[in-house]
């Protein structure tokens, strides 16, 4: 059973030239039992993702975002 389910999430900041993408169009599922690591360089957009799945920060845009 999916506990969490991810789709198309993005996250800019900026405007025009200055635009950054921090998280552009990730989509994941995430099922009952199992163990995710969140792991990438720095400036990769691990906390930003986890800011917005936790309820700190709001996405630019996404398809869906659910959880059990």
Do not use: Q, W
Not at 36 to 45: D, E, K, L, M, Q
């Amino acid at each position: 059973m999916e506990i969490l389910k991810v789709e198309n999430l993005s996250k800019t900041y900026g405007k025009g030239e200055t635009t950054v993408k921090a998280i552009d169009n990730i989509s994941f599922s995430v099922e009952e039992g199992e163990f995710v690591a969140i792991i990438g360089p720095s400036g990769s957009g691990k906390s930003t993702m986890l800011h917005i799945l936790g309820g700190v920060d709001r996405p630019s845009s996404r398809k869906g975002l659910y959880s059990r």
